[in-house]
């Protein structure tokens, strides 16, 4: 169990499913740049996040809520949990009767599989089953390029992958130790690249083997 103030970004959980050295470089040097992915996508999630609610009939729907889990040391916002009356759902504060939860994350884009997606929706998930005492199965991704959903069933294996990823973020804060660099074809849609310079690792052991080289006469210097 962890305390209050050792809960990190829940969104650090997405950041690290996609590279490890990103995720770093957001928690230890608070490293960020926008691209025009992740502007639209702030810009979308702030509308969400603006919070409220919206009721009919025997359905409801919350949005920007604030959920935490002091089991995986995580805090963050949910987008919107879509909520229906059930007499096997379990209470939520505010409202009567007993309701099925089903969390829906917003992205931006069209509609793909990524995993680091579907790691941060379990997250929200397992923090919210923490809270409300509740099992909840499963939830969507909703791209708005698409209007369209993605369900994400909460398996054994994606609560593994969370744990996992919770566990190494705050292995990596504890340490204070960067992840290496590993150049790939991610790093081309990374808003972080310039600050991260994947490839100059590569460039600086090519650059070191070639002085070598040129020291033992096995390679002429011009």
């Known amino acids: 169990m962890y305390d209050e103030d050792e809960l990190l970004p829940l969104s650090a959980i997405s950041q690290y499913g996609y590279c490890p050295r990103r995720a770093g470089l957001v ?53 919107s949990l879509e909520l229906s009356a059930d007499p096997s759902g379990c209470p939520i504060r505010g409202m009567d009767g007993l309701w099925l939860v089903r969390p829906v994350e917003y992205k931006h884009g069209k509609v793909r599989h990524e995993h680091e997606y579907e790691m941060q929706l379990c997250a929200q998930a397992m923090c919210l089953e923490e809270m409300l005492g509740c099992s909840i199965p499963e939830g969507d991704l909703f791209y708005y390029n698409d209007h369209r959903r993605f369900a994400v069933s909460f398996t054994a294996a994606l609560r593994a992958d969370v744990r996992m990823a919770a566990e190494a973020l ?26 991260c310079m994947p490839g100059l690792r590569d460039r600086s052991t090519v650059y070191r083997e070639r002085l070598r080289l040129i020291a033992s006469g096995k390679e002429d210097p011009l």
Not at 50 to 57: H, T, V
Not at 170 to 195: F, N
Request: neutral net charge; proline residues 1%; hydrophobic residues 35%.
């Open 27 to 79: 928690l230890l040097e608070q490293g960020w740049a926008d691209n025009i992915h992740t502007a639209e996508g702030t810009a979308q999630h702030e509308r969400v996040h603006e919070g409220g609610r919206e009721s009919r009939a025997n359905m409801a729907e919350l949005f920007g809520v604030a959920v935490r889990s002091l089991t995986l040391g995580l805090s963050g916002k949910a987008d």
């Open 170 to 195: 705050h292995q990596l804060v504890r340490s204070g130790v960067m992840p290496q660099s590993l150049k790939s074809r991610k790093c081309r849609e990374c808003s972080l690249v310039d600050i």
